[in-house]
């Protein structure tokens, strides 16, 4: 609906059914796109959240990554009058983990933050408010965030809209499974140790993990896990990830450290030439464990690719200590994960046990409760000695390619937090999710680019890891690699 029909429509918060014209403009448009529907009077907010709503509801059933509703607070905000910014109308789902806004819910994947309601609302979430996006609920996560797929005991499992036999990806199933649904062209997303570029290679999207300190995580802590965790998004387009990252990026207050400052905004950059990259080609992980062969040849595929494009590819990888960084990841969560349970045990008045805390959490918890401070500045040195062990390396290149995971997506059960037993499941995840950690443990950013798919028809992300604040180059590349290898048609079959 168009000009005078859309202007009048746009005052209204009704919950009509959507007319077929308006539900299929969120699936032939990118965030910026439909912002500037909505600038152009061609739609409203109002009838952009009531399709997005509308598919939400027919798609969650058959893949569940809704963790929580907040539809009346969409309306509401739009009620109120949106912001003018780069997102005005777009609608747009927050991650259930970490991300508050303050008296709704929020679960953290968790039977333990059953009925949570923060008292804050999250400086992130401010910034995606200011920007025009219209929050109307919160996608699934396992609980806290713990493992490379979206199941929990708390909301269940979340299935890859590709084969719902298969695993959306972790921790941000949810919001990827939204994206590749076609409820939203984007969505919120964190990354402790591959938690947005997992996803998104699972689901055939765009996913960038921005420089520590780039995007804020307050007001409650400026930090999770030690500085391993940080937000973003996972998106079809890289266009809409970086005007996302314009619109969040920037020192909160109270943090200790910030990224340096971009040159120009990166929306600008995804369509600046990226010049000759020297990229690392790094097929094997650093822990030296199997990567399945459809991974491997998708890997030299987007080598070959880069070349055709100008770029110098050559193998190398930077020599690191994989013993101690794994050891380091495993005090700083185990830590992390036993405080923040034993607060939250305490606050309610509940104690620990299989009723509430999923096994693989509790075992985080026990081990997690016996390390020392020693033991965490030990692991923090850990980190420091690796981020100036990789810059060094990264003199000589712009870029470090590699899988994003070692296997196409893997089947439900495989990996989820309630195993048979905790060696098996530390079996199973370790060689899947064996690439992407490392940039959590330096604080580079890196990205998961969707250029291959497995003989099976599941989505193999192809990653790109660059300097300590150089998404610009990340930028760059992907915009390049986006015109040439023409992804944004390729969507799961799904009505």
């Given at each position: 609906?168009?000009?005078?029909?859309?202007?009048?429509?746009?005052?209204?918060?009704?919950?009509?059914?959507?007319?077929?014209?308006?539900?299929?403009?969120?699936?032939?448009?990118?965030?910026?796109?439909?912002?500037?529907?909505?600038?152009?009077?061609?739609?409203?907010?109002?009838?952009?959240?009531?399709?997005?709503?509308?598919?939400?509801?027919?798609?969650?059933?058959?893949?569940?990554?809704?963790?929580?509703?907040?539809?009346?607070?969409?309306?509401?905000?739009?009620?109120?009058?949106?912001?003018?910014?780069?997102?005005?109308?777009?609608?747009?789902?927050?991650?259930?983990?970490?991300?508050?806004?303050?008296?709704?819910?929020?679960?953290?994947?968790?039977?333990?933050?059953?009925?949570?309601?923060?008292?804050?609302?999250?400086?992130?979430?401010?910034?995606?408010?200011?920007?025009?996006?219209?929050?109307?609920?919160?996608?699934?996560?396992?609980?806290?965030?713990?493992?490379?797929?979206?199941?929990?005991?708390?909301?269940?499992?979340?299935?890859?809209?590709?084969?719902?036999?298969?695993?959306?990806?972790?921790?941000?199933?949810?919001?990827?499974?939204?994206?590749?649904?076609?409820?939203?062209?984007?969505?919120?997303?964190?990354?402790?140790?591959?938690?947005?570029?997992?996803?998104?290679?699972?689901?055939?999207?765009?996913?960038?993990?921005?420089?520590?300190?780039?995007?804020?995580?307050?007001?409650?802590?400026?930090?999770?896990?030690?500085?391993?965790?940080?937000?973003?998004?996972?998106?079809?387009?890289?266009?809409?990830?970086?005007?996302?990252?314009?619109?969040?990026?920037?020192?909160?207050?109270?943090?200790?450290?910030?990224?340096?400052?971009?040159?120009?905004?990166?929306?600008?950059?995804?369509?600046?030439?990226?010049?000759?990259?020297?990229?690392?080609?790094?097929?094997?992980?650093?822990?030296?464990?199997?990567?399945?062969?459809?991974?491997?040849?998708?890997?030299?595929?987007a080598a070959k690719l880069c070349e055709s494009l100008g770029h110098s590819v050559e193998e190398a990888a930077p020599k690191l200590d994989v013993a101690a960084l794994g050891q380091a990841a495993f005090v700083m969560m185990g830590a992390s994960v036993a405080n923040d349970l034993d607060a939250r045990s305490k606050a309610i008045g509940?104690?620990l046990g299989p009723d509430v805390v999923e096994a693989v959490t509790m075992m985080f918890h026990d081990v997690g409760a016996k390390f020392t401070a020693m033991d965490w500045v030990k692991a923090n040195n850990t980190f420091q000695e690796a981020a100036v062990t990789m810059a060094q390396f990264m003199d000589k290149y712009d870029l470090?390619?590699?899988?994003?995971?070692?296997?196409?997506?893997?089947?439900?059960?495989?990996?989820?937090?309630?195993?048979?037993?905790?060696?098996?499941?530390?079996?199973?995840?370790?060689?899947?999710?064996?690439?992407?950690?490392?940039?959590?443990?330096?604080?580079?950013?890196?990205?998961?680019?969707?250029?291959?798919?497995?003989?099976?028809?599941?989505?193999?992300?192809?990653?790109?890891?660059?300097?300590?604040?150089?998404?610009?180059?990340?930028?760059?590349?992907?915009?390049?690699?986006?015109?040439?290898?023409?992804?944004?048609?390729?969507?799961?079959?799904?009505?």
């Amino acid at each position: 609906m168009a000009g005078a029909g859309a202007a009048l429509i746009a005052s209204t918060v009704s919950a009509r059914t959507p007319k077929p014209k308006e539900s299929g403009l969120i699936s032939s448009h990118d965030a910026l796109g439909l912002a500037d529907l909505v600038r152009r009077k061609q739609v409203s907010p109002s009838e952009l959240l009531e399709a997005a709503i509308e598919r939400a509801e027919a798609m969650n059933p058959r893949f569940n990554f809704l963790a929580q509703k907040h539809y009346d607070y969409g309306r509401a905000a739009i009620a109120r009058g949106l912001p003018q910014g780069p997102f005005t109308g777009v609608p747009w789902l927050l991650k259930d983990l970490n991300t508050y806004i303050a008296g709704e819910v929020t679960g953290q994947g968790s039977r333990l933050y059953a009925g949570y309601r923060p008292t804050v609302t999250s400086e992130l979430v401010r910034r995606h408010e200011r920007a025009g996006l219209v929050i109307f609920g919160k996608t699934t996560t396992p609980e806290f965030g713990l493992t490379a797929t979206t199941e929990s005991k708390a909301t269940g499992l979340t299935r890859n809209p590709w084969n719902p036999d298969h695993i959306a990806g972790g921790s941000s199933g949810g919001a990827a499974a939204a994206v590749a649904a076609g409820v939203i062209p984007a969505a919120h997303a964190t990354d402790g140790g591959g938690s947005i570029r997992i996803p998104a290679s699972c689901c055939g999207l765009f996913g960038l993990k921005p420089s520590r300190g780039r995007v804020p995580m307050g007001p409650l802590r400026t930090e999770g896990w030690g500085g391993l965790s940080c937000h973003h998004a996972v998106t079809h387009s890289v266009r809409d990830s970086a005007a996302l990252l314009d619109a969040t990026q920037g020192l909160e207050p109270g943090s200790r450290y910030v990224a340096p400052t971009p040159e120009r905004p990166y929306l600008e950059e995804v369509g600046r030439a990226p010049g000759k990259l020297r990229i690392a080609l790094m097929v094997s992980p650093p822990a030296g464990s199997p990567v399945d062969p459809e991974c491997i040849a998708a890997t030299r595929a987007a080598a070959k690719l880069c070349e055709s494009l100008g770029h110098s590819v050559e193998e190398a990888a930077p020599k690191l200590d994989v013993a101690a960084l794994g050891q380091a990841a495993f005090v700083m969560m185990g830590a992390s994960v036993a405080n923040d349970l034993d607060a939250r045990s305490k606050a309610i008045g509940v104690p620990l046990g299989p009723d509430v805390v999923e096994a693989v959490t509790m075992m985080f918890h026990d081990v997690g409760a016996k390390f020392t401070a020693m033991d965490w500045v030990k692991a923090n040195n850990t980190f420091q000695e690796a981020a100036v062990t990789m810059a060094q390396f990264m003199d000589k290149y712009d870029l470090i390619l590699s899988p994003v995971l070692a296997s196409p997506p893997l089947t439900l059960g495989t990996i989820g937090l309630s195993p048979p037993d905790i060696q098996t499941w530390i079996r199973n995840i370790t060689p899947f999710a064996a690439f992407t950690g490392l940039y959590n443990q330096t604080g580079q950013p890196s990205m998961s680019v969707p250029l291959a798919m497995s003989a099976s028809g599941l989505p193999i992300g192809i990653m790109f890891s660059a300097r300590y604040g150089d998404e610009a180059t990340l930028f760059r590349l992907a915009g390049q690699l986006e015109q040439a290898a023409q992804w944004a048609g390729r969507r799961p079959a799904i009505a």
